[in-house]
């Protein structure tokens, strides 16, 4: 299937991007995202995956099939450079290396997550649930809570990279890629700079149709969406390049995109301001009076899972806005409200 137009996205294959790269897109078949991009890199020293999907039989099967439209297996896989460490990203790696030992590369910055990743659901929970209750969503945190309690606790698929990757260049045989820290997804988010090939590897923090999460890893960040601002901006600068995003299709142009989410986050601290001045107080409420989705659905009509993540989201926009000393955050009974400077 490699060259071959699909119009889904989601479609399984290998399909080439830029020569010598394929796309090879894995099911997620429990998630609204629907599926996760790998990018496979043929390199004369083996062949290099950016991201590995989610530790599931279906993921490595479609994974297999795709690899083996190229004439190449599962074994041929020499290392896996992840963008980040969320299952859908850094977990099918983990279950490979164990099979083949695969070398696997992970940023840095991930480390902290990661060192609690390992400790089960309800550990990497904890400090979102925390936080949701600073935002006056005690009702919230409970159900999850209550949710997270009653699930059985499931295989050990975290663990340490074989290195950590720093900023800087991973030299491959027949091209240099630059890994670039993108802190705001998550704290330790890598983007992969081909200059001379005119790509950018950009993992979750630039994605063609929707806004990526902010901060929801367990190592919580003190101002997520200042770093996800700050990290759009310094992409902004780089010469533009071809968008190769891990969810969705690939586009012509990171900067195009790129200023588009700046636009999207400057509308959504405007939204949250003037939620605040008709009376909202915490983030919670915030949430409330916002549309969430390109389907602008109401915060009570999400799940609970979503709702986390909106809440979460509001947040981040009041405390850039505490920053930006357009609010002022005050602490009672454990709970924080925000009010106009």
Not at 115 to 132: I, K, Y
Request: with cysteine; aromatic share 6%.
């Amino acid at each position: 299937m490699a060259g071959q137009a699909v119009t889904d996205w989601t479609a399984p294959g290998a399909f080439e991007v830029a020569p010598g790269v394929h796309r090879i897109p894995l099911p997620l078949p429990s998630d609204a995202l629907r599926a996760v991009n790998v990018y496979a890199i043929q390199d004369s020293d083996g062949l290099i995956l950016i991201d590995s999907g989610w530790a599931l039989a279906l993921a490595r099967d479609s994974l297999e099939a795709a690899l083996a439209g190229l004439g190449l297996g599962l074994g041929d896989i020499a290392r896996f450079l992840i963008t980040h460490v969320h299952r859908d990203h850094y977990t099918q790696a983990v279950m490979l290396r164990r099979e083949f030992g695969t070398r696997l590369s992970l940023g840095i910055g991930e480390r902290p997550s990661l060192d609690l990743w390992s400790n089960g659901l309800e550990q990497r929970l904890a400090p979102q649930l925390r936080r949701l209750r600073r935002c006056g969503a005690g009702a919230l945190a409970d159900r999850l809570q209550e949710t997270v309690s009653r699930r059985p606790p499931g295989e050990k698929i975290w663990e340490l990279p074989d290195d950590w990757l720093a900023p800087g260049d991973i030299t491959l045989a027949a091209r240099t890629l630059q890994a670039i820290p993108t802190p705001g997804h998550t704290r330790g988010h890598l983007c992969f700079w081909d200059m001379a090939g005119g790509l950018l590897f950009s993992g979750d923090h630039v994605l063609p149709h929707i806004t990526p999460s902010i901060g929801f890893e367990p190592a919580l960040a003190s101002l997520p969406l200042g770093d996800y601002l700050q990290s759009l901006r310094l992409i902004r600068e780089l010469p533009d390049a071809a968008l190769l995003p891990a969810h969705g299709p690939s586009a012509a142009s990171v900067h195009a995109r790129v200023d588009e989410l700046l636009a999207h986050h400057a509308v959504r601290l405007e939204a949250a301001e003037r939620a605040v001045s008709r009376g909202a107080a915490t983030a919670f409420e915030v949430a409330g009076m916002l549309p969430w989705t390109r389907r602008e659905r109401a915060l009570a009509d999400l799940d609970e899972y979503s709702q986390m993540l909106a809440v979460l989201e509001a947040a981040a926009h009041l405390d850039v806005l505490v920053m930006q000393h357009h609010l002022q955050a005050k602490e009672s009974d454990g709970i924080t409200a925000y009010v106009p400077s």
